[in-house]
């Protein structure tokens, strides 16, 4: 099960590094909100492809953050009877749901939603909107990432507690004998 380790650590840091860079499109999400308010109401300036920016921005933070949020365990859970659970009973719940529930999920949103994106990008969809943002194909895009990021994240949460549970079993076996 060790031979897992390389994947479980490259797709760690992938969303490791994925996570740092969608924290910086918070950032510029408020700076940007903050001159369409100010650019609008002081200035009686405003662009619609700046106001449909935050609306990316908004979307990636939260479709490509999700796998982040899985590796560092913060997604919502109802913890009425896991946390009273052994480590073991938890790696196996967690097994469970990433199998059972994760997975065919986001294999099914990213199945449903691969014809959706392609055909935006076969018509490079842009804004409906005068002066939008001509590449909604690319805020489409954003599903298969989730959807992606999604599952490698969930595979590699799996890898882990099957690593927890042989360990510990391993570690049983040889203090018994």
């Keep these: 099960m060790q031979s897992a380790a390389p994947l479980v650590q490259f797709v ?34 405003g662009w619609i492809a700046m106001q449909e920016s935050v609306m990316y921005l908004h979307a990636a933070v939260f479709l490509l953050g999700c796998a982040h949020t899985l590796r560092s365990n ?56 005068a002066g939008g943002i001509p590449g909604v194909f690319i805020l489409k895009s954003f599903i298969l990432l989730f959807a992606a990021t999604m599952v490698l994240q969930g595979l590699s949460e799996i890898l882990k507690n099957l690593i927890k549970l042989t360990d510990k079993t391993a570690s049983e076996a040889g203090s018994k004998s």
């Design 74 to 129: 913060e997604h919502v859970r109802v913890d009425v009877f896991y946390r009273r659970f052994t480590p073991a009973k938890q790696a196996k719940v967690d097994i469970f749901g990433g199998l059972f529930f994760l997975m065919p999920v986001n294999v099914f949103i990213f199945v449903v939603s691969l014809d959706y994106v392609s055909v935006s990008w076969k018509i490079m969809e842009s804004s409906q909107e």
């Design 12 to 45: 760690d840091a992938f969303n490791d590094g994925l996570a740092k860079l969608i924290s910086w499109f918070t950032l510029f999400m408020v700076v940007v909100m903050l001159l369409i308010v100010v650019l609008r109401y002081g200035f009686d300036l």
